[in-house]
């Protein structure tokens, strides 16, 4: 055992002898193994605990059992008590989900704390087969069935070379005693009905299903490898300024599976990539799609990418003067003798004598019209804009300057309303300038 755990974290590199590591112990068969074999192959640790408050009497018996465990063995202990339930119920996710989040931010935070330089968890061959297939039932990508990865970020499995097996048979030589909790003998959720149920009862007719199920996994983690390469090759070269040509994306042998490396960084889910790649057979302008963080839309010909935008704001204006609209944006008005003309798009010269004040900076709504200079009769803003070349998302982003009647005055940095236009009877100019 020590010389197959060891001979795994030496080809994946996964741990100096030099540096301090954080162990994960939970006081299980799994956890206490990773302990123990580290601190005998020499490495220098310290193991975290965390209390779930879930399990009644039995979650203080885990915490009673590792602390017993570190001081027999000379390795220094940090734990942790969490109110789990509130946590899940404030932001309204399982208590798996809440548990996972909680344990790995606390990980995280003692990991600087004490200056380890990663956190060693005690994943195993049996967690990889179960996290394939649960991938596999939920219909994941490649990378859902290449397994568990030694390494992910500060996060590092030495134990991914060895079975459940061969852990408990190893404990029970060095006599050598464990926890078990009560939540992983029933079969509620769908990692252990696997565990419990499905994967014996595959083993027992085939026999060498763990072996071939971990054979598999290799051969897809290899080709991944290729795969990777050719996506991100492939998407140097498409992608420009968070745009993709859709003609261009169509002639690769699997928009699809670009469209997913390319979106699923931003958060988009798999359903929504796959309406997207459906959506490029008849790409229809102005089409969009949004994730909890950015948003996407069919332009031009072109998928074009963004952050999502905060709301924009109303300001009323009471007077001449500088004013703050954002914490990019800020407008200047000034009022001056005269027939003043500047041909910049972020400024407007308008006649001063026809503009009451207070006037308003605001986003253009539905439905909004004005009388372009240059131009006959009024036009809706929106046609105007998409006249322009504007994509949806500018055109959400473009501002109105409004008089005191709510009569648009100016479509900022694009064209004033020919009826607030300076002429040669001005007497004075009303001077806007967006920063």
């Known amino acids: 055992m020590l010389n197959k755990v060891k001979a795994y974290i030496d080809k994946y590199h996964l741990l100096d002898a030099k540096k301090c590591y954080l162990v994960a112990l939970s006081g299980g068969a799994d956890s206490v193994c990773l302990l123990l074999l580290l601190k005998q192959l020499g490495y220098h640790i310290e193991a975290a605990h965390c209390n779930f408050l879930l399990r ?23 734990t942790i008590h969490f109110d789990t339930k509130t946590y899940s119920d404030v932001h309204k996710i399982s208590i798996e989900m809440a548990a996972r989040e909680l344990r790995y931010r606390y990980f995280e935070q003692l990991r600087q704390d004490v200056e380890a330089d990663g956190i060693c968890v ?37 134990l991914l070379c060895i079975s459940r097996t061969d ?42 299903v763990r072996e071939n199920i971990l054979k598999s996994a290799q051969h897809i983690s290899e080709a991944t490898l290729i795969y990777d390469d050719y996506i991100t090759h492939t998407l140097q070269k498409i992608v420009i300024d968070n745009t993709i040509e859709i003609k261009r994306l169509r002639q690769e042998p699997s928009p699809e599976s670009i469209l997913y490396q390319w979106l699923s960084q931003y958060n988009f889910p798999t359903a929504v990539i796959e309406s997207i790649s459906q959506s490029l057979l008849l790409p229809q302008a102005g089409k969009e799609w949004s994730s909890p963080t950015h948003q996407l ?36 008005i000034e009022k001056k003798d005269g027939i003043h003309i500047d041909k910049e798009s972020n400024i407007a010269c308008l006649d001063a004598s026809i503009i009451q004040f207070p006037i308003t900076l605001r986003p253009v709504k539905t439905g909004d019209r ?66």
């Open 122 to 158: 005690a994943h195993h061959q049996d967690d990889s087969i179960e996290t394939i297939l649960i991938n596999l039932l939920r219909g994941t990508g490649i990378h859902g069935l290449s397994g568990i990865k030694p390494r992910n970020g500060h996060i590092l499995r030495p």
């Open 56 to 78: 009644g009497e039995e979650s203080y018996r885990d915490e009673h059992f590792v602390k017993a465990l570190c001081e027999t063995q000379g390795v220094e202990l940090h």
């Open 297 to 332: 839309t069919i332009h031009q010909g072109h998928l074009t990418l963004e952050e999502l935008q905060k709301p924009l704001s109303e300001l009323k204006i009471p007077e001449p003067g500088t004013y703050i609209y954002d914490e990019q944006t800020k407008i200047r």
């Open 167 to 208: 852990i408990e048979n190893w404990l029970n030589e060095k006599q050598q005693g464990y926890v078990t909790d009560s939540t992983n003998i029933e079969d509620f959720t769908l990692r252990n009905k696997l565990r419990i149920s499905i994967i014996p009862q595959l083993s027992s007719t085939i026999p060498s």
């Open 370 to 435: 004005f009388h372009p200079f240059g131009m006959k009769g009024s036009k809706l803003i929106s046609d105007f804009l998409t006249d322009r070349g504007l994509s949806i998302f500018q055109k959400r982003r473009t501002l109105v300057l409004c008089n005191n009647q709510g009569q648009i005055v100016w479509v900022v940095g694009h064209r004033p309303d020919a009826h607030f236009c300076i002429t040669e009877a001005t007497k004075s100019t009303l001077t806007v300038s967006l920063q």
